[in-house]
């Protein structure tokens, strides 16, 4: 970091992404967020850790780009339209201007695809591994937040997208496999926050992002509601790009099911939610009374599943 | 972090922190921001890592201390109001149950004292050094926020407190010095932000806090303002406790303004602002045309400053 000081870094990389009069070009110690009309201001906090969450190896573009939509998935599951960020980099020694200006050209990129712009942050020098932790802002109608606690016997279960391919994306990346599917390793890296489905989950009971994995993301739902989830393993959605390489075994339901960092949206509803704004989405279970989280085989038998998801402790 | 899981982490220690409707208990993946009549939303994020920002043999409950108190600072600097907060903790491995409740005790009892609560947050495991990040939300009067930008030629100059201890602390920690004297380590690990004085704040024309070191902190109010800020030495404020350790010299002076970590607020006006609620004001210099930070002897000759203050890179 000898090739540039902190104040430059933020002038000349920085401030070209601050420009809501609220963030004062990052000129100043804080910053303001505006209200918007017949809108409840929503806020969440997500960290990525350099070899926990990203390999130090990726491209720093995606790596701006993963800190970035898992945060903006957050917002979009609750039904919010995400608005602003404020980042916070711990920066190790190593780290050098043209890492920060791909970082850069990767969060620029983001901003302008899903309308979002920078509010503020901090950069601190660290003795550890890379981190980046972002704070984000968005609007949900006033009272139509969708939370964890409204799903309802009866009501049915819904999944965008497909589920297992970041946590393929990963095993392929762990064991530097060549000829990987590009696709699998570019979800893992560069996840997809549903933005433009946020006006549809609102019609939703309950809804969470699958960060966890889709079991234990499910469970969550469950334990908020006081429900039982019952979820059919054969109607889980995964792609044919991990189908070729998973296999369609009960066993790789189960992995797909259990690996997270999906970042797709699940959700339970009364009335069918149908796909929208290029968002496909599958039915694949319903809420009964009880607890927890159940996975069906196709003759409506319990499969055992060992470890719903991913827990970092 | 056998001895507990990232769930009942939260559930146990953090939730009872989490006081106000829109942190949803800490229950669900956002949280809703309460707009306040009359008032702006004021944010800013700062985050402390072990090894730069604090000792790894620190009392956990100073760390979340100093973690919440040097965001107040920054909205208080700006005359706002803190509120509320969200918490991302970085925890390395050997972080156990007993540190966690520790540094819980601490954050309570800091949440009471200044009239904050939690709003949400997020927990990661880090091979790295611990790590905070806290982002603080407050309320000023609409308009009513202090910038750095708004010194004009001919105000006074003032700084409350007084400035240097910590940075005497921090050497007094890092030599190891027996029977130091436990108020200026205090400073250090627990810096006191002058919340009562954000009122008194809004009559200034210019200001920020002393985080990065008195001369370097005014010259940000310099360079926003486009003014020069004449600084008299001797007028800086030190304790008698500092005094004893670093003695009277001119070159004391240098080094108390230029440690950083102060948290007292440094500001302009163009009429006088007087201690209030129990904090101490003291009038330090004055803005004049021209460019920078000058630091004068008693003679009004300048004084060499080698390095202004604090910078992470």
Wanted: glycine share 10%; net charge negative; hydrophobic share 45%.
């Amino acid at each position: 970091m000898q090739d540039l000081s902190e104040f430059d870094l933020i002038e000349k990389l920085f401030a070209p992404l601050a420009t809501a009069p609220g963030a004062f070009g990052l000129k100043d110690d804080v910053a303001m967020v505006a209200p918007r009309a017949g809108h409840d201001l929503v806020v969440t906090t997500d960290t990525i850790v350099e070899s926990v969450d990203f390999f130090a190896s990726d491209p720093p573009d995606t790596i701006a780009r993963k800190a970035l939509r898992v945060n903006l998935s957050d917002l979009v599951a609750k039904g919010a339209e995400p608005a602003a960020h404020l980042l916070t980099l711990m920066l190790p020694e190593r780290i050098d201007r043209a890492f920060l200006e791909s970082f850069v050209r990767g969060l620029a990129s983001d901003q302008q695809t899903f309308g979002v712009t920078l509010l503020g942050g901090d950069m601190s020098a660290t003795p550890g591994p890379l981190a980046i932790s972002v704070t984000a802002f968005g609007y949900a109608p006033v009272g139509q937040l969708v939370k964890r606690g409204g799903a309802r016997v009866g009501d049915l279960v819904y999944v965008t997208g497909s589920i297992g391919d970041s946590g393929a994306g990963l095993s392929l990346l762990k064991s530097n496999a060549q000829n990987a599917p590009s696709r699998l390793i570019g979800r893992y890296r560069v996840p997809e926050p549903r933005v433009g489905f946020a006006p549809a989950v609102r019609r939703a009971s309950a809804s969470i992002d699958v960060s966890d994995g889709l079991l234990a993301d499910l469970g969550h739902i469950a334990n908020a509601s006081g429900v039982r989830i019952v979820v059919e393993a054969q109607r889980i959605p995964r792609s044919p790009e991990l189908v070729a390489v998973w296999g369609d075994s009960e066993e790789a339901i189960v992995r797909a099911a259990t690996a997270g960092d999906d970042y797709e949206i699940a959700f339970t509803a009364s009335a069918p939610i149908l796909g929208s704004a290029g968002v496909p989405v599958t039915g694949i279970g319903r809420v009964e009374a009880g607890t927890g989280v159940v996975l069906l085989d196709s003759e409506s038998c319990e499969i055992a599943v060992p470890r719903a998801g991913f827990r970092h402790f």
